[in-house]
């Protein structure tokens, strides 16, 4: 059974550039979250999803940044246009409902240059 | 606002020595408690999952407590090995929302 796959894993960008990360949950979760780490800030929740609509979107820093899940098998994170400071790894979680063990994708690690 | 933390920051131990990890949260009011591991460069690794209303959770080597009225939980790790070397994060869960994490415990397990 496949886990949580992300993509890119790495990606590399120049300041002001759109970036598209994206996320495949596994199959049969009906809730998916996307998180940022950083070294400052550790692991930090962005935006969750249940049934495929956004339920609390409190942690997304900034409106550069937007999420959208058109399907129980497909969600992106955008983050248009990209700064330094966005640099950071973007993990991808999904639980079978909420509140239950949430599973985790490998990650897409982001530099903004 | 919730707000998790993890004791010690780093921790060295010889292979085969019993261990204890530490967490502690502000608000009492958590619907579960969860404990990953994670390895470097990797994604996150669940290892047990404690529900509100349970006291303890086992798997193999690893037994997590819970006293909510407290605000503690704590990761137990018996005989250690070197391949038991990672962060250790503890993340609480209030309700069907995201995780709140703790900034990890960074364990090193001497040969």
């Known amino acids: 059974d496949a886990g949580v796959i992300q993509s890119p894993r790495h990606e590399v960008t120049e300041m002001g550039q759109e970036v598209t990360l994206r996320c495949k949950p596994i199959?049969?979760?009906?809730?998916l979250f996307w998180y940022r780490q950083t070294m400052m800030r550790g692991l930090e929740l962005l935006i969750y999803?249940?049934?495929?609509?956004?339920?609390?979107d409190s942690g997304m820093p900034e409106d550069r940044f937007s999420a959208k899940m058109p399907n129980a098998s497909f969600s992106t994170l955008k983050i248009q246009p990209s700064e330094p400071r966005d640099s950071a790894v973007y993990f991808c979680a999904s639980s079978l409902q909420g509140g239950e063990t949430q599973y985790f994708g490998p990650g897409t690690r982001l530099l903004v240059l | 606002k919730q707000e998790v933390t993890q004791i010690p920051a780093a921790l060295s131990v010889p292979e085969g020595e019993n261990l204890v990890l530490n967490c502690s949260f502000t608000d009492s009011a958590i619907y579960n408690l969860q404990w990953f591991r994670q390895d470097p460069g990797k994604g996150l690794t669940s290892l047990l999952l404690i529900q509100s209303s349970q006291r303890e959770q086992t798997s193999g080597r690893l037994n997590a407590s819970l006293d909510k009225s407290s605000g503690r939980s704590t990761l137990y790790i018996a005989a250690s090995q070197p391949g038991d070397s990672a962060t250790y994060l503890c993340?609480?869960?209030?309700?069907?929302?995201?995780?709140?994490f703790g900034k990890g415990t960074h364990l090193i397990i001497q040969p």
């Open positions: 999803f249940n049934n495929n609509v956004p339920i609390d």
């Open positions: 199959s049969g979760h009906n809730s």
């Open positions: 993340a609480v869960g209030e309700g069907a929302d995201g995780l709140t």
